[in-house]
Each structure stands twice: as C-alpha cells, then as structure tokens.
C-alpha cells in the first residue's frame, strides 16, 4: 500500500526470503524481480511461486544485491519501484544504492529500523535535528514514515521496533547544474562536527569572508548549525560555494 503498487508495476525486491512480501506484491498484479544471497530461500521461491516463475511475473535470481549493479538486473530508470524487507545492517548501503546511483526507482519503500525512519522523515520539524543521513534521502526524494511495526510482531523477537519508510519522487533534479558530488562533499565538510557552527565548519575549506559573504546573501545567522538547514538552503548554499 505505501508503495501504491498497480497491476503491471514493476517491482524489485530485495532479500524476499521465503516470500511474505513477494506474494502480496504477485497478487496486486505487478512483475516482481526478487533478488535473493541464500539458495535455500531460492529453491524455496521456485516451488512456492512455481505458476508466476513459469510466466514471467515472478524473476528470482541468486545474487547479492551488493556484489551486483541495478542495470544487470534488467531495470529501467525510473519505471520500477524498490520494495523490501531489507537486512538492516546493510539499510545505508541500500539508500545509496537507490537514490544516488544511476539507476534510481520512482518508488522506495523500505522496512527499517524505527529510529532510522524517524532521522529521516520527521527530521527538521524542529524537534528532531537534520542529519547526514536525512539530508542525503532528501536530496533525492520526499520521505515519508509510513507506519510503526513493533518488536512484537517478529519472531523471535528483535531488541528494536521497526517502521515503514517510503522515498517518492525520486530524481536528481534538484541538483541542476550543481556537481552531485561537491554538494556531499560540502554536506560531509559542514556537518561533520555536531553542533558545530557552520561558518566555522565550512571555514577548513573556505575563506571566512567569503563565505560571510555568501551567508548574508542566503540570510543566514554566522551562528547558525549545519543541521538547522533544510535541502534546499542546503543546495543554494553549495550552489553558490561551488563558484568560489
């Protein structure tokens, strides 16, 4: 549902294990590529799913999504949609997988932890700081905390509750003429101190007056922290930095 998945969507699954999530994707009617590491789980696939495998609305392939590139599996930019459970420990890899690489989906729907999904979605609406992490989801996409799973629903049972988290609108539009990676490399150099202030972050790099400068231009405080910034004071700033 977070994912809107239509009849003939095309979808992605990552790590589909014995296939919980892939059979409710088949019955919304969309072509499901699930890529599985465990053999056992794809054996397990064949047989369970063995009607849709023998039609084309189900491709299970033996790989690890981290060994491999989005375009040897068969995707198109931007016409499918990534929907997992995801391994958590792998959870940074993955979003960067997605959104920067250059094979985006127009949908990403991710199982996650909870905390993770808070950092990202609930980020700037000033309770909760802005981060590395929800800035780099952000430059990409719109996130969106779906719901709550709790601990309680797994078996056995984890240390931590889960959420469902979901990026839309995917695309890199935003960055225009801006260098994709001299944007994270300013995002990196001015948040990488907590609570630091900015002007002094971005001061390792930069002359001071200049980027006063440019700070009054965008009229931002000198005192102000890197994580008080939303995305797009984020862009303009790295926008005008690049031409320094």
Known sequence: EAGNIQAGDHVLE?????GMLTRALLAKGARVTAIEADIRAVEILHTTFREACETGQLSVLHKDIRETTLQKLGLTPHEYKAIANIPYYISGMLFRTFLAGDCQPNTLVFLVQKEVAVRIARAGNGEIKESLLSLSVKAFGTPKYIQTVPRGNFNPIPKVDSAVLAVHDINKERFGTLDETFFFEILHLGLGAKRKQLLG?????????ALVRIFDTLSLKNNVRGEDLPIDTWVLLAQKLQHI
């Open 14 to 18: 990552v790590g589909p294990g014995t």
């Open 201 to 209: 972050s971005l001061s390792k790099q930069f002359e001071r007056d």
